[in-house]
């Protein structure tokens, strides 16, 4: 019975060492998914502020190049409507910071 006792003892370390590795590796398997998902959306965030800022830029060029006095009715104070994105909407507008056309929304 000793000897086999401790065989069987020696097994059932050898199976718990497994278990705790194991689960030791899907813990860690479990965060290195959420850690590239997070990276995924953060270039994702990324791509969608830089085409708002396109936009932006594009549309105080033309603005520029229009005259030379600012006020609500001109595109850039219009709002770009709400679109479509991967995990929601993505919409933008221009704000006159300068207090010459401030419009509260």
Known sequence: MGRRG???ITALLIVAS????ASG???LLQLEIRLAANIQ?????MHFA???EAWA???LARDATAGSHDHLGEA???VLPPMPVTGG???GRILDLQGACRRMA
């Open 25 to 27: 590796m899907v813990s």
């Open 57 to 59: 830029m594009g549309v």
């Open 89 to 91: 909407t993505a919409s």
């Open 76 to 78: 850039w104070a219009t």
């Open 50 to 52: 830089l085409g708002g």
């Open 41 to 45: 959306d953060r270039d994702r965030a």
């Open 6 to 8: 401790a065989a069987l």
């Open 18 to 21: 497994a278990v705790m590795i």
